[in-house]
């Protein structure tokens, strides 16, 4: 979400580059960086902790491209934003659906090793 715009070349101009829209996407990652995020995770700890849940991180990529039901990865599995179909086995779901499937199984599997 903060990545720095990218540059879009004139064709008509060589050596010049159009209008892309950095600056107002500078503003919106200087607002991301500043929400917060530790904050809210330190809140989310103490939460879960008041109800005696855990909280397990997992790192997010490729969890939106991998299948849940094979494991095959790749880019092309995600057609479009909502749209998950797998090419090696077929399966299609919700991509947010798969995804959150990818997620969970990490997370469990994180949290039996931790257990261990």
Same mark, same amino acid.
Do not use: Y
């Given at each position: 979400?903060?990545?720095?715009?990218?540059?879009?070349?004139?064709? @008509?101009?060589?050596?010049?580059?159009?209008?892309n @829209?950095? +600056?107002?996407?500078?503003?919106?990652?200087?607002?991301?960086?500043?929400? @917060?995020?530790?904050?809210?995770?330190?809140?989310?700890?103490?939460?879960a902790?008041?109800?005696?849940? /855990?909280?397990?991180?997992?790192?997010?990529?490729?969890?939106?491209? /991998?299948? +849940?039901?094979? @494991?095959?990865?790749?880019?092309?599995?995600?057609?479009?934003? *909502?749209?998950?179909?797998?090419?090696?086995?077929?399966? /299609?779901?919700? *991509?947010?659906?798969n995804? *959150?499937?990818?997620?969970?199984?990490?997370?469990?599997?994180?949290?039996?090793?931790?257990?261990?």
């Amino acid at each position: 979400m903060a990545r720095r715009a990218k540059a879009r070349p004139d064709p @008509g101009n060589p050596g010049t580059f159009l209008p892309n @829209g950095q +600056a107002a996407k500078s503003g919106l990652n200087r607002s991301i960086h500043d929400a @917060g995020w530790g904050v809210f995770l330190g809140i989310l700890h103490a939460k879960a902790e008041s109800a005696g849940r /855990t909280v397990v991180p997992v790192p997010a990529p490729h969890t939106s491209r /991998t299948c +849940a039901a094979c @494991g095959h990865c790749t880019a092309e599995n995600r057609r479009t934003q *909502a749209e998950f179909a797998c090419v090696a086995c077929g399966h /299609t779901a919700h *991509a947010d659906v798969n995804a *959150a499937v990818n997620i969970l199984r990490a997370g469990l599997a994180r949290q039996a090793a931790q257990a261990a």
